[in-house]
C-alpha cells in the first residue's frame, strides 16, 4: 500500500476492529513503515541519529521505534493503535481517508520521537537520562507542553504566545543566554525553569526549542563542571608546570588573533575589556589541572582579578557569555595539546 494511495479504508478499520486478515496486517505494517522512514531519514542527516553508533541498518531503526505498537492484547486488538485513534477521530467509519492517515501520521511520529529518547540512552546514556529528567520535569511543572512540529518534538511555554511568525532562535544566542543563568549545579527542574525564562523574556525569535537540543543544553552545563572534577584524571596527574604554561600561552595567543576582529573591531567589547577575558581565560586553564573544584561560579573571581570592583551582577549580566565561550575553546585546546 503506497502512502500516495491510501485507498484502502477497510484495512484501518479492520485493524481497529481486531477483525483484520493476514493480509491486512502485513499492509497496515506496511504503511506505517512508510510513514516512518522518511522521519528516520531526515534525523539521520541532521546527525540527529547515527546508525553507526546503534549498531542498526536503517530499516532495523524504523521497525525498532514502531514495533511497540503492534503489541496485542489476549483478543489480538492492538490498544495503542486503538486509543489513540478513539481521542483523534470521533467516528472512523465516517473519517475521510486523509483524516485517517493525518492521524496514523503523527501517532507514528509520536512514537518515534519517544522511542529515539530509548535510543539516545544507548548511544549516550548522559544524554538519554537528562532527557528523560526533562520530560518527567515537563510533567511535574506544567511550564512547557510538548508539540510536534516538522517532526520533531518542541517545548513550548504553556500560556505564551509562541512567536511561531518569527525566525527560529539561533543555537549560539540560546546557548549564551542560557549559559548566562544557569549554574553547573543546577537541577534539571531549575535548568528548565531558566529555559523557560530565556524563551518568554525576548520578542525577538520564537518561543519554542526542540527535546534534543533543551537535553544538549543541560548537559553542556553539566559537563562544564564534570570536566572540571572528572576530565582532570584523563591527563596525567603530574603536568610540567613549565610546559603548561607554554601550551596556555600559545592557546591563548591564538584566541587572540582569531577573535579580536569579531569581539573588538566589530564592537562587542572594548580592547580593554578583550584583553581582561583573555587574561581570566589563561589563569583558569592554567589553573585547571591544579585546582580540582574549579567550576563556573568561580570564573567570576578570575575575571574580578582583571576588573576591580566587578559585581557579580554585572559579570552576569554583561560577561559571562563571552568568558565561557572563550574558556570552552581554551580548554578544547587545552585538552587535545595535552593528549598529544
Given at each position: ?71 496485542r492484547d489476549a483478543e ?74 516538522f517532526s520533531d518534538v ?25 549559559s548566562r543563568l544557569v ?158
Open positions: 500500500m503506497k502512502i500516495g494511495a491510501f485507498t484502502n479504508k477497510q484495512v484501518v478499520q479492520a485493524i481497529l476492529s481486531g477483525t483484520y486478515t493476514p493480509y491486512d496486517l502485513r499492509e497496515f505494517v506496511q504503511l506505517c513503515h512508510d510513514l516512518a522512514l522518511p522521519m528516520i531519514r531526515k534525523k539521520i542527516a541532521l546527525g540527529k541519529l547515527r546508525l553507526d553508533a546503534v549498531g542498526l541498518k536503517e530499516p532495523d531503526v524504523v521497525y525498532d521505534c514502531i514495533a511497540d505498537l503492534f503489541r489480538g486488538k492492538f490498544p495503542q493503535i486503538q486509543t489513540y485513534f478513539e481521542k483523534n477521530i470521533t467516528d472512523v467509519h465516517t473519517a475521510t481517508e486523509e483524516e485517517l492517515l493525518t492521524a496514523l501520521r503523527r501517532l507514528i511520529f509520536g512514537k518515534i520521537n519517544n522511542s529515539l529518547v530509548r535510543l539516545y540512552s544507548e548511544i549516550d546514556p548522559t544524554l538519554g537520562k537528562i532527557l528523560r529528567n526533562i520530560k518527567l520535569a515537563i510533567e511535574k511543572s506544567k511550564m512547557f507542553e510538548e508539540v510536534t512540529r518542541y517545548l513550548v511555554p504553556v500560556s505564551c504566545d509562541a512567536l511561531q511568525q518569527l525566525a527560529p532562535m539561533p543555537s549560539e544566542y540560546l546557548e549564551q543566554e542560557f549554574l553547573v549545579h543546577d537541577t534539571i527542574p531549575v535548568m528548565l525553569k531558566k529555559l523557560h525564562t530565556v524563551l518568554v523574556e525576548q520578542e525577538s525569535y520564537q518561543r519554542m526549542v526542540s527535546l534534543v537540543t533543551a537535553g544538549m543544553l543541560c548537559k553542556q552545563i553539566y559537563k562544564l563542571g564534570w570536566e572540571t572534577e572528572q576530565e582532570v584524571k584523563v591527563v596525567e596527574e603530574e603536568v610540567d608546570g613549565e610546559y603548561l604554561a607554554k601550551v596556555v600561552d600559545q592557546i591563548c595567543q591564538s584566541l587572540h588573533k582569531e577573535m579580536h576582529h569579531s569581539y573588538v573591531e566589530k564592537g562587542k567589547c572594548t580592547g580593554d575589556m578583550f584583553r581582561a577575558y583573555l587574561g581570566a581565560t589563561k589563569s583558569i586553564l592554567n589553573s585547571f589541572y591544579v585546582d580540582e573544584h574549579l567550576d563556573g561560579s568561580t570564573f567570576y573571581e578570575y575575571l574580578e582579578e582583571q576588573i576591580h570592583g566587578l559585581t557579580k551582577e554585572e559579570y552576569r549580566d554583561k560577561h559571562r557569555p563571552i568568558l565561557e565561550y572563550f574558556i570552552k575553546i581554551g580548554k578544547e585546546r587545552l585538552k587535545h595539546e595535552l593528549r598529544n
